[in-house]
């Protein structure tokens, strides 16, 4: 098994964040990602990878500070968990996990916590798998996320969700309402490139909101502060191929 390492503030200009990495267009929106991360490895982020050129890592943090709307004091919240490719089924997702239950103990944490689609969602975590590994599902809301922990002990208290993600709509109840972040290093140049060329070839009007703060991620309509894509109101898809104007119909219309 290849060596896990530690991205921080020293090294993080020279080593790559996994994704996007041959990705010239999103070039832009790769190095937004890499400020982001700068300023929330003083917030306690950690971002764990394989020592190689591929999509393999995990990246969590303390819950109260996660760019999600969620309350769980003293639990960690996993964001972006992936094995990808010649990687998967030789125990680096397991590898990755202990080292986050490692660190959540270390600290004294109630557990771990974190969003995933109730059923499989682009660009979030394997829900089955997770379950698997002793996760428990803690609420369900409609729009098809979950709340999952790996609690240390069956006293402590449940993390939740957020009002603002209870309706599974938004506020703008026409056209196309896209909320994203630099979490993803692909969100920005597909919700602010493709997208608006796509909605205007369907003569849909177009409102892209980006989460700028925590506290506007903490208050977003969607828990997944990604990329979370809605039509007419109504919380739609995580999948960010969306915005392209080759997959907009096809995505949608298998969701209808």
């Known amino acids: 098994m290849e060596k896990l390492i530690e991205l921080n503030i020293e090294n993080i200009s020279s080593e790559h964040i996994c994704c996007a990495i041959s990705d010239k267009k999103c070039a832009d929106s790769y190095e937004a990602k890499k400020d982001w991360l700068r300023k929330e490895f003083n917030n306690g982020y950690v971002f764990r990878r394989i020592n190689e050129r591929a999509k393999v890592f995990i990246e969590y943090g303390p819950a109260e500070n996660a760019w999600i709307p969620i309350t769980a004091f003293n639990y960690l919240n996993i964001n972006c968990f992936w094995v990808s490719g010649q990687y998967k089924s030789k125990g680096y997702g397991k590898a990755l996990l202990k080292s986050a239950i490692e660190d959540a103990k270390k600290q004294g944490k109630y557990g771990l916590v974190t969003v995933v689609g109730t059923k499989k969602f682009h660009f979030m975590s394997d829900t089955k798998w997770l379950l698997k590994q002793g996760f428990e599902e803690i609420e369900r809301i409609s729009s ?113």
């Open 144 to 256: 098809g996320f979950s709340l999952l922990a790996l609690k240390f002990n069956d006293d402590s208290p449940n993390p939740k969700f957020n009002e603002s993600v209870k309706s599974g709509e938004c506020p703008n109840k026409k056209g196309i309402v896209v909320y994203y972040s630099n979490r993803c290093p692909f969100a920005e140049f597909h919700a602010k490139e493709s997208l608006v060329e796509t909605a205007k070839k369907r003569n849909l009007p177009l409102q892209v909101i980006k989460l700028k703060s925590m506290v506007e991620a903490q208050n977003a309509p969607s828990p997944a502060t990604i990329f979370s894509l809605f039509l007419d109101g109504k919380f739609m898809t995580t999948d960010i191929s969306v915005c392209m104007d080759s997959r907009f119909d096809k995505v949608i219309d298998k969701l209808k």
